[in-house]
């Protein structure tokens, strides 16, 4: 009964998504305020048939209903309480509706900031993102009920499910999916600004400070989800990467770009009125990609280990639906976008010419890891043999991109807008300069190594670092006060992150030392000056599965270090999964699994044992860029009402005559 | 033109110019990392030159595969029906590897004819078969059904 409940709650969703479509974009049309309030209480109706969709999936995992054929065939009963929940997303079916909902949160939460008291977004406006966001919804929900339905019943009911993919029952798999979503749905958000903008047919500086909160959360989510990810990746996997240029990869990927781009033109537009159409162009593509990237994954047109579903069907309804969104609000922008074209012209050398090239780089490198994604299925539709592009391929351009972003990032905070002189900028930096070439070169003789990659990415990694730490202190003195805005402060940390990264990357990628070995009990093997003594396995049982355990003592300089339990383990349904043993540090990963046993007389089996150095610091520099967006979206700014904003205007004209705006 | 026009002329140039430089190395480094997938029959007729990188698909063959005792060495025949292909790897196997499972081997012929592989994928899940294997298989008139036969088992 339970399941039928959520099937029509999910139907009357789908409604209530049409009326939150139809109702206030006539509403804005006609200025009628009846029919934009309708689309609020739509929008609010459908977020809670949604949730309650939503809550009846999770019950029916938690209570093992077995007569639903999606819990079927992603649960059974001796699943622990922890991965039922994260089984609701666990495959095709569930993961839509999770994008679904998410889409509802975001919707329900900018109607209710944009329809505040005092809130400065003027009511026609507000009445077409809640539009625009009904009709994206409409037509996922078309796509749930129709083709990924998660409350069709399994009859008669089975005694028992099959299982959860083994790959997803992992504590990093629970929050994984949803704060990637929260990502690429909160694009939908900027997409909608953007189209309300597109059709009210007026676009002004005050545009960008409402959408620009929006889209720093979506990104913030979104470097989270993304990092997140590949940190389960290199954990859960066996083998050790942290990135793999997988489509499904790239597919989270390329919004990221694209979203990072469109943070750095709305700057522009923000504080010189420049860079509109690109602005609405990049808030377009952004959300496009995430489609796209809905596609890649769920369409099983791509071979990955991410692409757990295939059915044609759905391929095409979401290819039918790309070619309307994309298509349609192309078409609105070219229809549209000339005559909005506007804003302050710039000097060669400025902040907005850097930001001009930070945003032909991101662009670029966006085109580049679309065509690689696609090429495969384009050469395969046009029946020009199964092609797969290599790994070097996305590695090597991506760091010829990039290399150039590194280096300007720090001259972009120094430089002024509108004009400013190469030779100025130059000279601030000077000491940061000097100190990373120190440490490229301390580096150099540490490691012993003169292997230019690493190099490179240290002392670029401590160029971002420097570079923006000086700028820090720099502003704090010229204002004589021990803080720094919030925007400020949240570019100089989001940029010390970058650093951070690239630090990480590089000195993963190329200092790691990797062993593939045979090993039976008692043998040791040095890596990297630490000593791998195995102990032999045990049998052990879990849960859900048994598994064969390893045990390794691990010492240095005949100092013990630590001990290590690798494991690989047999699921309910014979999936064999290798669970790796990780010794984390702040410098250095320490990482053994298991591959397959070579014989079973003498117990001996291929082992992976790896010394990772630095490779935290990927992480950390991508919580640091997640803050800072998390940061620069707080600035007061944002959070302005329209009384506030006025007194703020009348202050501002009384103390007008010195100040100068940065 | 005015000096304005000229100016944003110049600009725009040389993003056209950027760009296309970039489109150029882009479409070189594609061609130089393209993969072609290629199956025992098309190996059978010498369609790869050896030392040429290419992804060999198939099933491994029941009985085929042999362990090395001292190192990671393994040896094992890839098969499409009518034709096999001896594989060497020096390295772990995946988790899903086993006889008669469709795997796909990264690497390249040698002069023998042997194919020495430098990756070998095998997708984590039980009834996965990789699209182009079974796009091969059905060529040669093998079918997929006793692959998925597992799939049976579900509920």
Not at chain 1, 629 to 650: F, P, Q, V, W
Not at chain 2, 25 to 32: C, D, K, Y
Request: hydrophobic residues 50%; glycine residues 8%; neutral net charge.
């Amino acid at each position: 009964m339970n399941a039928e409940l959520g099937q029509l709650a999910l139907i009357l969703g789908l409604l209530l998504a049409f009326a939150q479509f139809v109702f206030p974009i006539i509403g804005a049309w006609r200025g009628n305020s009846t029919f934009m309030a309708m689309g609020r209480s739509a929008a609010y109706g459908q977020f809670v048939f949604v949730s309650f969709a939503f809550v009846i999936l999770t019950y029916a995992f938690i209570a093992q209903d077995f007569s639903v054929s999606y819990v079927a065939y992603n649960s059974n009963s001796q699943l622990p309480m922890l991965y039922r929940f994260s089984a609701v997303w666990g495959a095709h079916e569930g993961s839509l509706l999770l994008w679904v909902f998410i889409l509802n949160i975001w919707t329900v939460t900018v109607t209710a900031v944009s329809s505040r008291k005092g809130s400065v977004l003027p009511p026609e406006f507000s009445a077409r993102v809640t539009a625009v966001l009904g009709l994206i919804s409409f037509g996922f929900m078309l796509f749930v009920i129709f083709t990924s339905n998660p409350f069709d019943r399994f009859l008669p009911s089975p005694l028992e499910g099959a299982d959860l993919n083994p790959l997803l029952q992992d504590p990093g798999l629970i929050i994984h999916p949803p704060m990637l979503y929260m990502g690429y749905v909160g694009f939908a958000v900027a997409f909608a600004f953007a189209i309300a903008a597109l059709l009210g047919g007026r676009i002004d500086r005050e545009w960008v400070r409402w959408t620009r909160p929006w889209t720093l959360l979506a990104w913030s989510f979104l470097t989270f989800g993304i990092a997140l990810g590949s940190w389960w990746a290199y954990y859960e996997l066996g083998w050790g990467g942290w990135w793999f240029w997988d489509p499904v990869e790239n597919a989270s990927f390329m919004p990221w770009l694209a979203g990072t781009a469109l943070l750095h033109a709305q700057s522009v537009t923000e504080k010189r009125g420049a860079f509109i159409g690109w602005t609405l162009l990049l808030s377009i593509s952004a959300f496009s990609l995430s489609l796209l990237g809905t596609f890649l994954v769920r369409s099983g047109v791509i071979t990955s280990v991410h692409a757990f579903a295939s059915d044609p069907t759905r391929g095409v309804f979401i290819l039918a639906y790309l070619g309307v969104v994309i298509g349609g609000s192309l078409a609105l922008y070219a229809f549209r976008a000339p005559k909005m074209i506007t804003g302050g012209g710039f000097a060669w050398f400025s902040r907005e010419s850097l930001i001009l090239i930070n945003n032909l780089l991101l662009t670029v490198a966006v085109g580049m890891v679309l065509l690689g994604t696609l090429y495969p299925i384009i050469a395969d539709a046009f029946g020009m043999g199964k092609i797969s592009v290599g790994p070097p391929y996305f590695g090597s351009l991506f760091i010829m991109l990039m290399a150039p972003l590194m280096m300007i990032i720090p001259l972009g905070a120094y430089s002024r807008w509108k004009q400013d002189q190469i030779g100025r900028v130059a000279s601030q930096l000077i000491l940061p300069l000097v100190i990373s070439a120190v440490v490229a070169a301390l580096a150099a003789w540490m490691l012993s190594t003169g292997n230019l990659r690493t190099l490179t990415g240290v002392f670029a990694g401590c160029w971002l670092i420097t570079g923006s730490l000086s700028y820090a202190i720099q502003r704090i003195r010229r204002q004589k006060r021990n803080s720094l805005p919030r925007s400020e402060f949240a570019m100089i940390l989001a940029h010390m992150g970058v650093g951070v990264f690239v630090i990480g990357v590089s000195m993963v990628e190329t200092t790691s030392t990797e062993k593939h070995i045979p090993m039976g009990p008692g043998d040791t093997f040095t890596v990297a000056a630490y000593e791998f003594e195995f102990k032999g396995t045990e049998h052990v049982e879990g849960p859900n599965f048994s598994a064969e355990r390893g045990t390794f003592m691990v010492s240095k300089n005949g100092k013990h270090v630590t001990a290590l339990f690798p494991e690989k383990r047999r699921y309910r349904k014979g999936q064999v999964m290798t669970e790796a043993a990780l010794d984390p540090g702040f410098t250095r990963d320490l990482y053994v699994s298991l591959g397959d046993p070579l014989d079973n007389i003498n117990q001996r089996w291929a082992v992976r044992i790896y010394e990772k150095p630095f490779i935290r610091w990927i992480w950390l520099g991508t919580l640091m860029m997640t803050f800072g967006g998390l940061i620069a979206m707080s600035d007061r700014r944002y959070r302005m009402t329209a009384r506030a904003k006025e007194k703020t205007r009348l202050m501002a004209e009384k103390t007008s005559a010195s100040e100068v705006t940065a | 033109m005015t000096p304005t026009r000229k100016k944003r002329m110049t600009v725009v140039l040389l993003i056209l110019l950027g760009v296309g430089i970039a489109a150029a190395i882009a479409m070189t480094a594609l061609q130089e990392n393209l993969l072609y997938f290629v199956s025992p029959s098309d190996v059978a007729a010498d369609k790869m030159p050896a030392g040429r990188q290419f992804r060999l698909g198939g099933l491994v063959k029941d009985g085929s595969v042999v362990r090395a005792n001292e190192s990671l060495e393994i040896h094992f025949v890839v098969t499409d029906g009518p034709e096999d292909v001896a594989v060497v790897f020096n390295d772990i196997l995946p988790d899903l590897f086993r006889e008669g499972q469709g795997i796909i081997a990264i690497g390249a012929l040698d002069t023998a004819g042997v194919f020495q592989a430098d990756e070998v994928l095998a997708k984590h899940d039980e009834e996965y078969m990789p699209p182009e294997v079974a796009d091969a298989l059905e060529k040669t008139g093998h079918t997929v059904a006793d692959q998925n036969a597992a799939a049976e088992n579900k509920p």
